[in-house]
């Protein structure tokens, strides 16, 4: 497995697992309404979202480097 092969999927896995954390924070918030579960909730949403952009970006940079 290439390196870049690596960093693109350890990039997929990380969002994936900032989803998850997200979507277990907004419904921990709604059943316990905890103000921090809500903010740390939103956080992890927002990384995420800035981990999917550097994918697509890294994804476009490295698009011309062979695969091994």
């Known amino acids: 497995m290439s390196l870049k092969t690596f960093h693109l999927l350890f990039v997929t896995a990380s969002v994936i697992l900032a ?8 419904e921990a918030y709604s059943s316990r309404g905890e103000g921090g579960t809500l903010a ?5 949403l ?3 979202a800035g981990l999917a952009v550097y994918g697509v970006r890294v994804r476009r ?6 695969s091994q």
């Open 46 to 48: 927002l990384f995420a």
């Open 61 to 66: 940079k490295l698009k011309g480097m062979d």
């Open 19 to 26: 989803l998850g954390f997200g979507a277990w924070g907004i």
């Open 40 to 44: 740390l909730a939103l956080l992890s």
